[in-house]
């Protein structure tokens, strides 16, 4: 099994452009989130999804849109990339059902926005 | 709301150093606890947990027990490696979702 994959492994954008971030995964995992890392920050939410066609928002949705055609899938779009959204993005899957279900995180994209 | 305040670092030690990472959360109901590792270049792994209270998680030589009196879940290692340089990051989800709120990350360095 790959696990959760992310792709690009790195990005650089200038502002004003759009771009998706890939994320899937291939242990059927229900739940999915996108979580952006920055220095002394920690992890923070961006949306998620608990299953095909559902979506919210996390902490920090603006600037971000996603979308759940498939339970594989779940990219991550910037409609219109500003410097504030360089950061590290990591998806992370896990199964549904239960408090203590691990979630599995990608590698990463590393975007920045000149 | 969910919130877990952590240890600042950076913590730098030697090999074979006693590892204690300070983690409290503030929760509603009985949340899950977590402790996520990442190696340089990486992402998330998780390291242990622990869902209900007074269990004791584990793994590689770490443990931290889910104290629910304190509302704490500190990360202890009796002897740590070189290998073990990473962010730690404390976790917890709870309630009927299924987000999990990150601590900021404790950067640990152990030299040789």
């Known amino acids: 099994n790959a696990g959760v994959t992310q792709t690009p492994k790195f990005q650089v954008l200038k502002t004003g452009q759009s771009m998706t971030l890939q994320c899937a995964q291939d242990m059927n995992h229900e739940y999915m989130s996108w979580y952006r890392q920055d220095p002394g920050m920690g992890l923070r939410l961006i949306h998620y999804?608990?299953?095909?066609?559902?979506?919210d928002q996390g902490e920090v949705p603006n600037g971000y849109n996603v979308s759940r055609s498939t339970t594989e899938d779940f990219p991550l779009r910037l409609l219109s990339a500003a410097p504030s959204q360089t950061s590290v993005y990591f998806c992370a899957s896990s199964a549904r059902g239960g408090e203590g279900d691990t979630q599995y995180f990608g590698p990463g994209t590393r975007l920045t926005v000149l | 709301g969910n919130s877990v305040t952590q240890m600042e670092g950076p913590v730098t030690l030697s090999e074979e150093a006693f590892l204690t990472i300070n983690c409290t959360y503030t929760a509603t109901g009985y949340p899950s606890l977590f402790w996520y590792v990442q190696y340089p270049g990486e992402g998330l792994q998780l390291l242990l947990k622990?869902?209900?209270?007074?269990d004791k998680g584990s793994n590689k030589g770490f443990e931290a027990t889910y104290r629910k009196e304190t509302t704490s879940f500190h990360l202890e290692k009796g002897s740590v490696q070189v290998s073990d340089s990473a962010v730690y990051f404390c976790a917890l989800r709870g309630g009927s979702n299924y987000k999990l709120t990150f601590g900021k990350g404790t950067l640990l360095t152990v030299n040789p």
């Open positions: 999804s608990v299953g095909a066609g559902i979506t």
């Open positions: 622990a869902t209900k209270a007074d």
